[in-house]
């Protein structure tokens, strides 16, 4: 047994049966972290000394027999969930010493349950971006290939599980966020429906289409931490009070009497043989496990959805991020007088490129004279994708597709081309759109690089998906395999 | 058609957003891309179709008014880049 390595469910078997303890589950955690940090860059900050402060206090508990699924095991947290006293950066300089004064309350859940926080993850600056290379302080590395990106903007979070650094990590979905990455790198990531994860204490990029959810190294473990992290929260108006089910009494391994439906528009355009191979495999193995396939689904508005999403997505951006004045908390450029100059300089020696250019892009297409035929145009374009979407499930239980067109792409390679970059979301996209949930599995490799599934449900179906996910990979063998770092 | 210089800063200015000339240069030309991919939406046939604003069935949701905790003040201050006292320090806004 290699400790780094474990699940959520063996270390908590472990820990409850008292083979192992939380401060040394830590312990290897953080010994990882210092042997693959160097070559990952996953983290931005390492919260040593509180995750052995947690591992302590878990340990008690669990000697109390108070021992909740999570108690005791190390997470990683997104840098832009708000953790009360440790900084909460959103690899931004803008944010680079901010310290939060309450927690998310996700991180309070987690908390709660006797987590130990043991980082929090580089991303995209502000979780802008699909290759976690639009950080202000520095790019992480894929752990199957050093020389790639491994997706964004929750690449680290992503990473940290991946190479083993926490037993499973939070992220954020805003597009893809939390799926790609997790394709990328070999991962399982949960975006949840819109409303079923409280949004409080996340940093706010796109209120609309932002969501929580977990990076695990298989689908058991995803399911226990969205029992944890599920539910309404008075705190965010957009949960739901819809009750929270127990996710892990839905994973059996017979599809019979479920219809996937493979939405043909997904398999298009710029997509590599290999997805294209891996994908069709992975469905062929889903109609072994009992599940009805229909291969012709079609869904004719997702050609719209990159624009209607680069169109919603930066004008909630440049609502949101009005409130970074240099006058509350962050970065402040103070070498002016006026008042409009200094938050003027604060803004442009604080924000990164991609930020600015989602900014100028979404407050265009708010200014007058083109509000209507962007933003409006947008949100009209997003009820046809949506309603496209009730349609198909009007018949299916669930759609599947690749998590991404391509492999993981090289460091640098999309950095110039911000519309080559937008593409690689391509998949994930509209389902934030629609506020669905969806989940992206191990589904193969290419070349030795991963390959993921996007699987999606319906409205609150989670369940659904995480039942397809489960039963896939217990037929398969993906997601053990690891990369040599 | 490419944005203009003006364009892009009128746009900058609405958005408190400084920028520097190359930043200026680039952004016309990298914003007049992503715009001209954006004209594949006027394709779309949205006549009587209502705008989506969020994808949840929740309307006008509110909470009891109800006193309860809020931070306390030191700690709502304890990120403020200028404070004076128990206040946000400001510059002049009328000059």
């Known amino acids: ?485 | 058609m490419k944005l203009s210089r003006e364009e892009v800063l009128h746009i900058a200015r609405l958005a408190r957003l400084g920028l520097t000339d190359a930043e200026i240069d680039r952004l016309r030309e990298q914003l007049s891309d992503i715009l001209e991919n954006f004209e594949v939406l006027q394709q779309v046939d949205t006549t009587n179709v209502p705008p989506t604003t969020q994808s949840i069935p929740l309307q006008n949701v509110t909470r009891g008014d109800e006193v309860a905790d809020s931070l306390p003040q030191s700690q709502v201050l304890a990120n403020a880049p200028r404070k004076d006292g128990e206040y946000f320090r400001v510059r002049a806004v009328l000059e």
């Open chain 1, 1 to 485: 047994m290699i400790t780094h390595q474990l699940t959520i469910r063996e270390a908590h078997r472990l820990l409850k049966a008292k083979q192992l303890s939380s401060v040394e589950l830590t312990k290897a955690c953080l010994e990882r972290i210092q042997k693959v940090e160097p070559k990952v860059h996953a983290l931005v900050t390492v919260t040593d000394e509180l995750a052995l402060s947690q591992a302590e206090k878990a340990d008690q508990l669990i000697a109390q027999g108070d021992v909740h699924p999570l108690t005791g095991i190390p997470v990683v947290i997104k840098d832009n969930m708000c953790t009360k006293g440790v900084r909460t950066t959103c690899s931004s300089k803008m944010l680079e010493n901010f310290v939060p004064p309450y927690d998310a309350t996700v991180v309070e859940k987690l908390n709660n349950c006797g987590a130990v926080i043991i980082g929090k993850s580089n991303m995209d600056e502000f979780a802008m971006g699909s290759s976690t290379e639009h950080s202000a302080f520095f790019t992480t590395q894929n752990p199957w290939d050093l020389s790639r990106v491994p997706g964004g903007s929750s690449g680290g979070s992503a990473v940290a599980v991946a190479a083993d650094e926490a037993i499973h990590a939070l992220g954020s979905d805003t597009g893809g966020s939390i799926r790609q990455p997790a394709g990328f790198c070999s991962v399982t990531g949960l975006k949840p429906t819109y409303g079923r994860v409280s949004r409080y204490g996340l940093v706010a990029f796109a209120s609309s289409l932002d969501q929580i959810g977990p990076l695990t190294k298989d689908v058991t473990d995803c399911a226990i931490v969205l029992n944890a992290i599920a539910g309404y929260d008075n705190k965010d108006s957009t949960s739901v009070p819809y009750p929270v089910p127990d996710y892990t009494q839905c994973l059996t391994t017979d599809l019979s009497g479920l219809t996937i439906g493979v939405p043909k528009e997904y398999f298009v355009e710029g997509m590599q043989a290999e997805v294209e191979k891996a994908l069709r495999a992975a469905i062929n193995k889903l109609k072994q496990l009992g599940a009805g396939v229909e291969w012709e689904v079609s869904l004719p508005h997702t050609r719209y959805a990159l624009a209607a999403y680069y169109i919603i997505a930066p004008s909630e951006a440049s609502a949101n991020l009005a409130r970074y004045d240099g006058v509350k908390y962050g970065f402040s450029y103070q070498d002016v007088d006026s008042m409009w100059e200094a938050m003027e300089k604060t803004r442009q020696f604080g924000f990164g490129d991609e930020v600015k250019r989602r900014i100028m892009l979404g407050t265009y297409a708010l200014s007058a004279g083109y509000y209507d035929a962007y933003y409006l145009k947008a949100q009209k374009v997003r009820t046809l994708i949506r309603r496209e979407f009730d349609q198909a499930f009007e018949k299916y239980d669930a759609l599947v597709t690749p998590t991404s067109p391509t492999v993981p792409f090289k460091i640098g390679e999309k950095m110039d081309d911000p519309l080559q970059m937008y593409l690689s979301d391509v998949c994930t996209l509209p389902i934030n759109i629609a506020g669905l949930p969806a989940i992206s599995i191990p589904a193969g490799f290419g070349d030795g690089l991963p390959i993921g599934m996007q699987l999606i449900g319906k409205p609150f179906a989670e369940e659904t998906i995480l039942k397809i996910a489960y039963a896939y990979e217990q037929a398969t063998e993906w997601h053990k395999r690891r990369p040599e770092i």
